[in-house]
């Protein structure tokens, strides 16, 4: 079975920088997308950005996509979201998420989140 285990969160105040980590286990890291979501207080939770099992086609939410990079490491089994410039709009439990490619049906195993907290 899939694991996934998130780290690096904390507070920061806005311009500052993180970057997440999630850690996979379970199975073959290099046959899965992988992706990172993320759920404010009293919302639904959205995507943030997504890469391919190869890492070379790395996408992203507009609102992310010039401060954030995600990244992912095959050979230690782990994906990273490096966040800069934070907005306080960035605050929110970050979940990291994979798919196997042969699954159409959306994101299968989940992490159990990380907290950012963005203070202006």
């Known amino acids: 079975q899939v694991q996934l285990v998130e780290s690096g969160g904390g507070s920061v105040q806005a311009g500052g920088s993180l970057r997440l980590s999630c850690a996979f286990s379970?199975?073959?890291?290099?046959?899965?997308?992988m992706g990172w979501f993320r759920q404010a207080p009293g919302k639904e939770r959205k995507f943030v950005a997504a890469?391919?099992?190869?890492?070379?086609?790395?996408y992203y939410t507009d609102s992310v996509k010039t401060r954030f990079i995600i990244s992912r490491d095959n050979a230690k089994n782990n994906v990273y979201l490096e966040m800069t410039n934070l907005e306080v709009e960035d605050t929110a439990v970050y979940f990291c998420?994979?798919?196997?490619?042969?699954?159409?049906?959306?994101?299968?195993?989940w992490g159990q989140g990380t907290q950012v907290a963005v203070s202006s």
């Open positions: 998420a994979a798919r196997h490619p042969a699954n159409t049906g959306g994101y299968e195993f």
């Open positions: 379970g199975d073959t890291f290099s046959d899965y997308a």
């Open positions: 890469i391919s099992p190869g890492g070379n086609s790395p």
